[in-house]
T-cell receptor, first 117, second 114 residues
Framework: GAVVSQHPSRVICKSGTSVKIECRSL??????MFWYRQFPKQSLMLMAT?????????EQGVEKDKFLINHASLTLSTLTVTSAHPEDSSFYIC?????????????FGPGTRLTVT | RKEVEQDPGPFNVPEGATVAFNCTYS??????FFWYRQDCRKEPKLLMS???SGNEDGRFTAQLNRASQYISLLIRDSKLSDSATYLC???????????????FGKGTHLIIQP
């Protein structure tokens, strides 16, 4: 099956610092990657759709200047949380869709748990 | 109406029993539906896609009712390892193109008891 990795799996940072999260598709190419966020006891919420070589599309209410997304290659997308605050503490999960697949199935990375102190 | 709505449970079910979950969705234009399973503090994993004709995979059966806009999941002969949160997921479709992405329900928590 398709494998998606994320790094780091867990990060603790101080308020005001920036954190970069990497999402990689390991055994397939992904033109589209998605970034989700999940707060405790809540559903996953789509933050943005990342397309290789173009600007990301952000969901309503998600600040594009705070959550910087770069999808520089068919196997790598990064999410940078800039000037993190405690309310940004959450479980961030990326997913990827394989190139050429007409099915909308997505494969999820293991997630990154961010804690901002 | 929420985009994807599920009963959060928990459903406490004895091992070997049959359990069913339902989910409703609000966007009648949605075309793709899935059930994902999420274990505590882990990423979601695709359990099965849901087709109009219904589909079965071992002990799991998924059904789609477009007229009523609901999706169901049936688990037969439940195992202890089936304990998890089951997420009803709808692929968001926009007319005229545009961003797509999965919309998740909050999930139904299932506990299989020995």
């Amino acid at each position: 099956g398709a494998v998606v990795s994320q790094h780091p799996s867990r990060v603790i940072c101080k308020s005001g610092t920036s954190v970069k999260i990497e999402c990689r598709s390991l055994d397939f190419q992904a033109t589209t990657m998605f970034w989700y966020r999940q707060f405790p006891k809540q559903s996953l919420m789509l933050m943005a759709t990342s397309n290789e070589g173009s600007k990301a599309t952000y969901e309503q209410g998600v600040e594009k200047d705070k959550f910087l997304i770069n999808h520089a290659s068919l196997t790598l997308s990064t999410l940078t949380v800039t000037s993190a605050h405690p309310e940004d503490s959450s479980f961030y999960i990326c997913s990827a869709r394989s190139v050429g697949r007409s099915s909308p199935e997505q494969y999820f990375g293991p997630g990154t748990r961010l804690t901002v102190t | 109406r929420k985009e994807v709505e599920q009963d959060p449970g928990p459903f406490n079910v004895p091992e070997g029993a049959t359990v069913a979950f339902n989910c409703t969705y609000s966007n009648s234009a949605s075309q793709s539906f899935f059930w994902y399973r999420q274990d505590c503090r882990k990423e979601p994993k695709l359990l099965m896609s849901v087709y109009s004709s219904g589909n079965e995979d071992g002990r799991f059966t998924a059904q789609l009712n477009r007229a009523s806009q609901y999706i169901s999941l049936l688990i037969r002969d439940s195992k202890l390892s089936d304990s998890a949160t089951y997420l009803c997921v709808v692929n968001r479709e926009y007319s005229g193109g545009g961003a797509d992405g999965l919309t998740f329900g909050k999930g139904t928590h299932l506990i299989i008891q020995p």
